[in-house]
């Protein structure tokens, strides 16, 4: 079992619909979380990133983190066509390492 | 300046071939990653630069990977004696001292046939 889990999708959306983008994780030794956004061919793009549990919310975007369940959450509202991309989870235990750990990757579509 | 900068961005090698992928970091960045990246996979961890310092190799899959950031700017991670498994973009990212969040260049997809 992989430490970070994170269906790949792909996951297709009508223009303006909310998206929730979720991923789970083994290692309760992770203490922040980021989640970045790739588009094709080029590299991740970091959206946001939280510490230990809680909520953040930046425009569009709001990420949720609940360290009792090992889950994280990506909110998008009012999706865009140009938010398709590949959104990828990323994990961070801080203790003696600048190592991410990262998750597949969900391909999402946003139809206009 | 303004990004990360990898070069080149596409390599083709053939089996057997040694490459060399440098990246150019964000100027002031003290910290550097390479990062490989399968097909249809997150990027996984290969080693990690403190300025010149390679503080944590743990990820490199052999002894024919090896990385190198001599001036504690410019890195470049070289692959001897490449084999087809080692065919995967090689994303490069920098990032301020205690800063939360990487910042990665475009990466170089490098194709070994």
């Known amino acids: 079992q992989k430490e970070v889990e994170q269906d790949p999708g792909p996951l297709s959306v009508p223009e303006g619909a909310i998206v929730s983008l979720n991923c789970t994780y083994s290692?309760?030794?992770?203490?922040?979380f980021m989640w970045y956004r790739q588009y094709s061919r080029k590299g991740p793009e970091l959206l946001m990133y939280?510490?230990?549990?809680g909520n953040k919310e930046d425009g569009r975007f709001t990420a949720q983190v609940d360290k009792s369940s090992k889950y994280i959450s990506l909110f998008i509202r009012d999706s865009q066509p140009s938010d398709s991309a590949t959104y990828l989870c990323?994990?961070?235990?801080?203790?003696?390492?600048?190592?991410?750990?990262f998750g597949t990757g969900t391909r999402l579509k946003v139809l206009a | 300046g303004a990004g990360v900068s990898q070069s080149p961005r596409y390599k083709v090698a053939k089996r057997g071939q040694d490459v060399a992928l440098r990246c150019d970091p964000i100027?002031?960045?003290?910290?550097l990653f390479w990062y490989q990246q399968a097909l249809g996979q997150g990027p996984e961890f290969l080693t990690y630069?403190?300025?010149?310092?390679?503080?944590?190799k743990s990820g490199l899959p052999s002894d024919r990977f090896f990385a190198e950031r001599p001036e504690g700017s410019v890195s470049t991670l070289k692959i001897q004696r490449t084999q087809q498994e080692d065919s995967a973009v090689y994303l490069c990212?920098?990032?301020?001292?205690?800063?939360?969040?990487?910042?990665f260049g475009s990466g170089t997809r490098l194709t070994v046939v």
């Open positions: 990323a994990m961070w235990a801080t203790s003696g390492t600048y190592k991410y750990i």
């Open positions: 630069f403190q300025n010149e310092a390679q503080l944590d």
């Open positions: 939280t510490y230990s549990s």
């Open positions: 100027s002031g960045h003290v910290s």
């Open positions: 290692n309760s030794a992770f203490q922040y």
């Open positions: 990212a920098s990032s301020l001292e205690g800063n939360y969040g990487y910042t």
